[in-house]
C-alpha cells in the first residue's frame, strides 16, 4: 500500500542554519505531495505542495521538489529562523478518495 | 473569514461517559475528516465523509461514531466503547477532486478524568 518515510526527528539547529528534512514515498500512480506544519498546541498548516513530478513547491523561504526517479520529495530552508520550530508532516494523495496518507512528522527546535 | 472552527478546545470526560467534539466549515468543502494525534504517532484517520448524509470508516473508526447531516458540519462522538481517548482530534475538509489539500482546525484535547 502507499506510505511515506520521514526521517526521524528531533532537528536542532541553530538560527540561519540550513535545514533539511527528508521524505521518501511509496505510491501506485502519481501522487499529490504535501508539507504541512504544526506548531505547538496547534491545527496543521499546509506549508506547500506538488502534484507532478519535477514541480517545486514552495512557500515562506521552504521548497520542496518532487523528485518521482528517487520517490522522494525533501523539504529544504537556506536558513531557519527561531519561529520555524514546529512539528513538519510529509504527506500524499494518490487515489480518488482525497484521503492522505502521513509521515509521522518531523520536530525541528532552532535555537538562537 | 473562512475556516474551520472546532470546540471546545479542551474537554474532559468521565469513565463511562460518551462526549461529543463540534466541527464547523464555512468554505464550502465537500468532504471532511477527523484525526487523532497521539504523540510519535502522527495523524490517524477515524472517519471520514465525501458527501452530506454519506461517510466511511477511516483506520481507528473504533469507539467512535460521527454524523454528516449538514454540509457544514462534521461532529464526532467519543463512546464509552473507546478505551483510550486522551488525545489530541483534529478535523479537516477538503475541495473535490484528486490532490486537493486539507485544511485543518485548530483541534480539541480530550482528557480523562
Known amino acids: 500500500g502507499d506510505s511515506v518515510t520521514q526521517m526521524e526527528g528531533p532537528v536542532t539547529l541553530s538560527e540561519e542554519a540550513f535545514l533539511t528534512i527528508n521524505c521518501t514515498y511509496t505510491a501506485t500512480g502519481y501522487p499529490s505531495l504535501f508539507w504541512y506544519v504544526q506548531y505547538p498546541g496547534e491545527g496543521l498548516q499546509l506549508l506547500l505542495k506538488?502534484?507532478?513530478a519535477d514541480d517545486k513547491g514552495s512557500n515562506k523561504g521552504f521548497e520542496a521538489t518532487y523528485r518521482k526517479e528517487t520517490t522522494s520529495f525533501h523539504l529544504e530552508k537556506g536558513s531557519v529562523q527561531v519561529s520555524d520550530s514546529a512539528v513538519y508532516f510529509c504527506a500524499l494523495n494518490a487515489g480518488n478518495n482525497r484521503k492522505l496518507i502521513w509521515g509521522l512528522g518531523t520536530s525541528l527546535a532552532v535555537n538562537p | 473569514d473562512g475556516g474551520i472552527t472546532q470546540s471546545p478546545k479542551y474537554l474532559f470526560r468521565k469513565e463511562g461517559q460518551n462526549v461529543t467534539l463540534s466541527c464547523e466549515q464555512n468554505?464550502?468543502?465537500?468532504?471532511m475528516y477527523w484525526y487523532r494525534q497521539d504523540p510519535g504517532q502522527g495523524l490517524r484517520l477515524i472517519y471520514y465523509?465525501?458527501?452530506?448524509?454519506?461517510?466511511q470508516k477511516g483506520d481507528i473508526a473504533e469507539g467512535y461514531s460521527v454524523s454528516r447531516e449538514k454540509k457544514e458540519s462534521f461532529p464526532l462522538t467519543v463512546t464509552s466503547a473507546q478505551k483510550n481517548p486522551t488525545a489530541f482530534y483534529l478535523c479537516a475538509s477538503s475541495t473535490s477532486g484528486t490532490g486537493v489539500s486539507q485544511y485543518f482546525g485548530p483541534g480539541t484535547r480530550l482528557l480523562v478524568l
Open positions: 465523509s465525501q458527501i452530506v448524509n454519506d461517510f
Open positions: 468554505l464550502n468543502h465537500d468532504a
Open positions: 506538488a502534484t507532478k
